[in-house]
């Protein structure tokens, strides 16, 4: 079941550049988008998500960005910290009666000081 | 802030055994969830739960799996005879509205 992927497994940047994280998914139901980062031995935690009927929300320093046509979404970090060094998931979800969440593989990024 | 908690942080079982997993939600919170990382593995759904009922359930929540929700504050996720391959991490998550999910910090359950 590959309906949400992300095919970077890592991503290395420097502190003080833009981390971009890239999620695709194939399934055109889904119409909301979440990110979440997870540090190790801890549980994933909620970063900030998308409706389908919207194409970018920002907060803070942290932007996502939705193409439908393209069924492709991207996570942007900018500046990137130290602290953001993690596990980033993309995650989706149908709407409606259907709240599970499925889950891509992640990337982990890693921000050089 | 409030938080998602869970216990035990790890536990060690034997084949066979039951294990009860259990979760106290962000108080709000109306949505309850269950999902499950098997090393190396996606983060899985196993099971939703709303208004004191499964909402939906994946393939993976069989009939040696159950959820309760026993006194209003605790959410349980229990498997009555435990195999193998049902070592993982497994993670509650709660939500005020449907598009919300807060997730704990897992428990981590190891069977010998």
């Known amino acids: 079941d590959q309906q949400v992927k992300q095919n970077s497994p890592s991503l290395s940047v420097q502190e003080g550049r833009i981390s971009i994280l890239n999620c695709d998914y194939t399934n055109s139901m889904f119409d909301y988008f979440l990110w979440y980062k997870k540090y190790p031995a801890e549980g994933p935690t909620f970063l900030i998500s998308i409706s389908s009927i919207k194409d970018k929300n920002e907060d803070g320093r942290f932007t996502v960005f939705l193409n439908k046509s393209a069924k492709h979404l991207s996570l942007h970090i900018v500046p990137s910290q130290p602290g953001d060094s993690a596990v980033y998931f993309c995650a989706a979800n149908e709407g409606g009666a259907t709240n599970k969440l499925i889950f891509g593989t992640g990337t982990l990024l890693a921000v050089q000081p | 802030e409030p938080e998602v908690t869970q216990t035990p942080s790890h536990q060690v079982t034997q084949m066979g055994q039951e294990v009860i997993l259990r979760c106290v939600p962000i108080?709000?919170?109306?949505?309850f969830y269950w999902y499950r990382q098997i090393l190396g593995q996606k983060v899985e759904f196993l099971v939703s739960?709303?208004?004191?009922?499964?909402?939906?359930k994946s393939e993976i929540f069989d009939d040696q799996f159950s959820v309760e929700r026993p006194d209003g504050s605790n959410f349980t996720l229990k498997i009555r005879s435990t195999k193998l391959e049902d070592s993982a991490m497994y993670f509650c998550?709660?939500?005020?509205?449907?598009?919300?999910?807060?997730f704990g910090p897992g428990t981590r359950l190891t069977v010998l």
């Open positions: 998550a709660s939500g005020r509205e449907l598009n919300e999910q807060f």
């Open positions: 739960f709303y208004n004191n009922e499964i909402s939906e």
């Open positions: 108080s709000n919170h109306l949505y």
